[in-house]
């Protein structure tokens, strides 16, 4: 089975290394070229286009950041993968996209006689690392079980969430969840150094109740250490509620999400969008 990758930033070269430490045949494509170094000295071939890459694949997988970076890698006239596909074949896009965008993109590739999986992932650089992302699949589902053999490859698990777009749905979802609760304890932070009392103490015994989830024990030390290195940066979490609101409707019929995005809007206008969506405490530490 010939797998092509396209897109080798954070999370794209992590699972593209998984996918030859399986021993399957792989071509890569990046806009820096550079970024294919690594992957080629294992083995991988390097392809100058999108187009070049998909020529002969079985699965085409495309990891890039948002709506119209993946519209680009895929529809291109000229170089894009969908172009150099073959009918038969599956095109996987595992960017987090729009709920809109991901139905579209669906559109445009089967109409081309291509099969089309939505398959964004949970975790970030370190889950990426180990092999442990967690795949959300929208698309046919016997299409999901043909290559759910290859998903795993990168991830831990793989579950199958119903029509094209629902894997983005659920994708935004999840990213949703996980900012509100950044921006809660960010304030809280700053609340209860206002009010003279030690955030960690407070939020430890906080952290003893039902209330408490497993990712808040690994935001409040990064809030607390200063420790912003990048993993999920403010700008796409930014990004991802934007989405989830145009899903909404309306930023009224989504009111705590449209403003926790402005949380994170805010923070990206101070000049920390290309930090941890933990920096969101810079806003109200020690205010």
Do not use: C
């Not at 016997?142 to 983005?168: N, R, T």
């Not at 990064?222 to 940066?233: E, H, I, T, V």
């Amino acid at each position: 089975m010939q797998i092509a990758f396209l897109g080798l930033g954070a999370m794209g070269s992590r699972m593209a290394a998984h996918l030859l430490s399986a021993g399957y045949p792989l071509t890569v494509w990046n806009r820096t070229p550079a970024a294919a170094a690594e992957l080629v000295s294992r083995g991988a071939r390097l392809a100058a286009t999108p187009r070049e890459a998909a020529l002969g694949a079985d699965i085409v997988v495309v990891m890039v950041r948002d709506d119209e970076a993946a519209r680009a890698v895929w529809l291109d006239a000229g170089q894009g993968a969908l172009a150099g596909m073959k009918a038969g074949a599956v095109a996987i896009d595992s960017s987090t996209l729009s709920f809109e965008g991901s139905r579209a993109l669906g559109a445009a590739i089967e109409a081309q006689g291509v099969r089309f999986l939505d398959a964004p992932v949970s975790g970030s650089r370190p889950q990426a690392d180990a092999g442990q992302l967690i795949f959300l699949v929208g698309g046919d589902q016997a299409v999901f079980a043909q290559v759910e053999p290859v998903l795993k490859a990168m991830g831990s698990a793989a579950h199958y969430a119903g029509p094209v777009g629902s894997g983005a749905l659920v994708k935004l979802a999840t990213n949703t969840l996980l900012g509100v609760q950044v921006t809660v304890i960010a304030e809280l932070v700053g609340v209860l150094q206002r009010n003279g009392m030690d955030p960690a103490r407070a939020l430890e015994i906080v952290g003893s109740t039902a209330v408490w989830s497993p990712y808040a024990s690994r935001a409040l030390p990064s809030m607390l250490a200063g420790d912003f290195r990048p993993q999920f940066p403010v700008e796409l979490v930014e990004k991802d509620f934007g989405y989830v609101l145009r899903a909404a409707g309306s930023d009224a019929a989504a009111p705590t999400i449209a403003a926790a995005r402005q949380v994170f809007a805010d923070t990206a206008a101070a000049g920390f969008g290309a930090e941890q969506l933990t920096a969101v405490v810079k806003l109200f530490a020690g205010k």
